[in-house]
């Protein structure tokens, strides 16, 4: 079994910077990808940020230049600094490990911008 577990999101005023984290623990060897979703009320799950294990990333358009995704893989972590924070950014965000064909998830942390 391989777990994922989220930390890091909290209420933040708009402009402002969070940081999340996410450590994987369990039967795990390497992770291809990991990366971050999110999923806003009422919305689908999106993706926000991923990192293969050659350090190739992926961001959606809506974070890019605010958002920086890195990870350790030897401790098989990933992280997210988050700055310039808007309203829209609001969610539960998701890590995400890929490991072969498997994909893994996290329970989410919940980030609130307020305007």
Request: hydrophobic fraction near 30%; glycine fraction near 14%; proline fraction near 2%.
């Amino acid at each position: 079994q391989v777990q994922l577990a989220e930390s890091g999101g909290g209420l933040v005023q708009t402009g402002g910077s969070l940081r999340l984290s996410c450590a994987a623990s369990g039967s795990v060897f390497s992770f291809n990808t990991m990366g971050w979703y999110r999923q806003a009320p009422g919305k689908q799950r999106e993706l926000v940020a991923t990192m293969n294990s050659g350090g190739n990333t992926n961001y959606a358009d809506s974070v890019k230049g605010r958002f920086t995704i890195s990870r350790d893989n030897a401790k098989n972590t990933v992280s997210l600094q988050m700055i310039s924070l808007k309203p829209e950014d609001t969610a539960n965000y998701y890590c995400y490990g890929q490991m072969g064909f498997r994909a893994y998830w996290g329970q989410g942390t919940q980030v609130t911008v307020s305007s």
